[in-house]
C-alpha cells in the first residue's frame, strides 16, 4: 500500500476519524490546525498532526476501535505532567500525520464533560476531503489556541501566535466575539490560565484564589516546563511507588519509542546505530535539564 503524502492525509485522516466516531456513536470535534485557519486567526501552514476532542464518556471507546484498524500508541513516549493523560498520541505505518485524540485540554478547570458540551454548543463545520465535519466554533478554537500558546509560553512560535490572537480579538472580533469568547472562558473554568489574553478581551485577569489550588499548580508546572522533559519524569516518579522507580528511571533514559527519537533527532543514521545514538543524544540533553526540572516540581508542589 502506498503511504499518502503529508498534505493528502491531513486531509483525508479527520474524514476517516470522524467517520470511526460516527460508527460508534462518539461526538468528536476536531480542533486545532486546519480549523484555526479556517476561522482566519493563522496563516496556513503544514501540521505534523491532526487533532480531535471526543466527548470523555467515549474517549477510551474511540481509541479501542482506532487500535483495531491499525492505530498504535507507542510506548516509552514522554508522559504527562498532569495527573491525567490529557490525550493519546497515535501513529499508523501507512500515515505519515500523527493523529492525536483529546479527552480533554490543559487549561480547562472545569468539569471534563461540561467543557465537551460547551465546545460543542459552539461548534461550527468544516469541509475536508468534500465532507462536511464537526468542528470546534471560532471562540472555542480562540480559547484552545490560546491555552495552546500559554502552554509553552517561551517558544518562539507560541509567542507568535499568541500575538496573532491579540491583535485579532483588539482590531478584528466583533463584540458578539468577544463576548462569546468570554462566556466561553467562564463556563469551561479556563480564565485564570488565560490570564494574559483578557486584556484584549477587555476584561481584566480572574482571581487566582477563585481557581482549584491543585488544578493551579498543574498549569503553573506544566507552562513552566517549556522543553525540560525531566519535569515530566520527575512528575511520573512521584505518581509511582518507590519499587518502581529504577523501571520509570531506565524508561526516562532509554525507553523513547524509535519513531519519537528519529523525529527529534532527524540526522540520525538508518539501522539500530542510528537509534542508539538518538538514544545517547537524548540522554546527553535530558541530563543538564535536571537541575532545572527539580527547582521547577520543587515551586510548584
Given amino acids: ?57 467515549r474517549f477510551e471507546d474511540l481509541v479501542a476501535r482506532l487500535t483495531e484498524l491499525g492505530w498504535r500508541i507507542p510506548g516509552g513516549d514522554v508522559p504527562s505532567v498532569l495527573d491525567v493523560r490529557h490525550s493519546e498520541a497515535m501513529r499508523h505505518e501507512h500515515w505519515v500525520c500523527e493523529l492525536d485524540v483529546h479527552r480533554m485540554f490543559p487549561g480547562f478547570f472545569a468539569d471534563d464533560a461540561d467543557v465537551f458540551e460547551a465546545l460543542w454548543a459552539d461548534r461550527s463545520m468544516i469541509t475536508l476531503g468534500g465532507i462536511d465535519l464537526p468542528a470546534a466554533g471560532l471562540a472555542g478554537s480562540i480559547v484552545i489556541a490560546a491555552l495552546h500558546a500559554l502552554r509553552v509560553p517561551d517558544m518562539p512560535r507560541h509567542v507568535v501566535e499568541l500575538d496573532q490572537l491579540q491583535t485579532y480579538l483588539r482590531d478584528r472580533a466583533s463584540d458578539q466575539t468577544l463576548a462569546e469568547v468570554l462566556a466561553l472562558i467562564q463556563v469551561t473554568g479556563s480564565a485564570v490560565p ?56 531506565l524508561r526516562a533514559l532509554l525507553g523513547a519509542s524509535e519513531w519519537d527519537l528519529r523525529k527529534n533527532n532527524p540526522q540520525a543514521p538508518p539501522g539500530r546505530r542510528g537509534v542508539w545514538l538518538a538514544r545517547w543524544w537524548r540522554l546527553r ?8 526540572a527539580i527547582a521547577l516540581v520543587w515551586r510548584h508542589r
Avoid: C, Y
Fill in 194 to 249: 488565560l490570564a494574559p489574553l483578557m486584556p484584549s478581551l477587555g476584561s481584566v485577569p480572574a482571581d487566582e484564589s477563585d481557581a482549584d489550588r491543585h488544578q493551579l499548580q498543574q498549569w503553573r508546572l506544566h507552562a513552566a516546563k517549556g522543553d525540560t522533559r525531566a519535569v515530566a519524569w520527575l512528575q511520573e516518579l512521584r505518581r509511582q511507588p518507590w519499587w518502581r522507580w529504577p523501571f520509570a528511571i
Fill in 1 to 57: 500500500m502506498n503511504t499518502l503524502s503529508q498534505t493528502e492525509a491531513l486531509e483525508l485522516l479527520p474524514v476517516l476519524v470522524a467517520s470511526v466516531a460516527e460508527q460508534i456513536g462518539a461526538r468528536v470535534l476536531l480542533i486545532k490546525g486546519a480549523v484555526v485557519t479556517g476561522h482566519g486567526l493563522r496563516a496556513p501552514r503544514l501540521s505534523d498532526d491532526v487533532d480531535f476532542m471526543v466527548e470523555p464518556a
Fill in 285 to 292: 540533553d535530558v541530563v543538564p535539564q535536571l537541575p532545572k
